[in-house]
């Protein structure tokens, strides 16, 4: 079927098994190449407060004979349902299935031989203990990570106070939100109504992001500690991260060169865990979405990312 960003890019619901809130679905869009076919094919997954919309990201891939898709994850943008809380696991491994299904799509009915798997922020976390899961079993062929949600980015001592009470938030009951506030520095740097140069959905992916869950909370940092202890992802891995990260609530023009929301030395840090073969590239003037950033940075992501594909993934490769 058709989907909201035009007739270019053609929707599939797949259906995944109930859960705790009832049914659930996710949404595989695919955006088919303009170029001769190389055989590979990009898996996008998005972010918290996040889905697929970065249209300019699938037209790189398909002008190169790139076939590329972008999945919205259970609960998140297309895949929200109306009884669902928004963003909500109890383990980012529930996300697993959803991965598994539109790579087989990807595979087995597209024909796809190269599979590329591109994560940004929380889907970047993911992607990498998903990729880790299917080693060995040929279904991945790299994974390019943006800006991947690592670890948290607090104070030393609120990442061990998170650690120690991971047990008692992931039993409290499901809609229980952490007080932690609400930053729109982010958001209204890249939204055009405010003053960024992109449209997306605000119902979708709102400026202020979505409530912070104590049980997600907890999903996270166990997946996060799960990364930190070594994982070994059989392919190659890009990581890709800003030069520079900035704490901030409320806008400033300086959010548009810096990560806002993650600390790009944690990112840094952490990559080397997620595999025996990872590049770490650091991108002056890049903000947190790396390919949503402002010129040239976002120039330098694209590059970045040409450059390490045609290094380690020719086509048919």
């Given amino acids: 079927m058709s989907d909201v960003l035009g007739p270019d890019y053609e929707l599939t ?52 004979g790139t076939d590329f898709y972008g999945l919205d994850l259970r609960k998140y943008g297309r895949s929200l349902l109306p009884h669902q809380t928004r963003g909500f696991v109890r383990s980012v491994t529930e996300y697993f299935p959803e991965i598994d299904e539109a790579v087989r799509i990807i595979r087995e009915e597209d024909g796809h031989d190269t599979v590329i798997l591109n994560a940004h922020s929380t889907g970047g976390l993911i992607a990498a203990l998903w990729a880790d899961r299917v080693r060995g079993r040929g279904r991945l062929q790299g994974l390019v990570l943006n800006s991947p949600f690592f670890d948290l980015n607090v104070p030393a001592g609120l ?16 809609r229980t939100v952490l007080p932690v506030g609400v930053s729109t520095a982010y958001g209204t740097s890249l939204h055009r109504e405010h003053h960024g140069e992109w449209e997306f959905d605000l119902e979708w992916k709102p400026v202020g992001g979505f409530p912070v869950h104590a049980a997600w909370l907890a999903a996270v940092r166990r ?13 190659p891995v890009l990581v890709l991260c800003a030069e520079k990260g900035l ?37 002056p003037g890049g903000m947190h979405d790396l390919v949503l950033s402002p010129e040239p940075a976002r120039k330098r992501v694209f590059e970045e990312m040409d450059r390490w594909i045609g290094c380690y993934l020719s086509p048919g490769g």
């Fill in 13 to 64: 619901v797949l259906p995944m098994a109930d859960d705790y809130e009832g049914e659930v679905v996710a949404s595989l869009v695919r955006r088919r190449a303009t170029a001769p076919a190389t055989g590979r094919a990009v898996l996008y997954v998005h972010g918290f407060t996040d889905y697929f919309f970065q249209t300019h990201l699938a037209d790189h891939f398909a002008a190169q």
């Fill in 247 to 283: 704490q901030m609530r409320d806008f400033t023009p300086e959010a548009q060169g810096a990560d806002t929301v993650l600390d790009p030395e944690h990112i840094a840090r952490w990559s080397t865990r997620v595999g025996g073969h990872v590049t770490c590239v650091r991108v």
């Fill in 159 to 174: 990442r061990i106070a998170a650690d120690l009470l991971r047990g008692p938030l992931s039993r409290l009951p499901v």
């Fill in 223 to 235: 997946a996060q500690r799960r990364l930190h202890g070594g994982l070994r992802v059989d392919v």
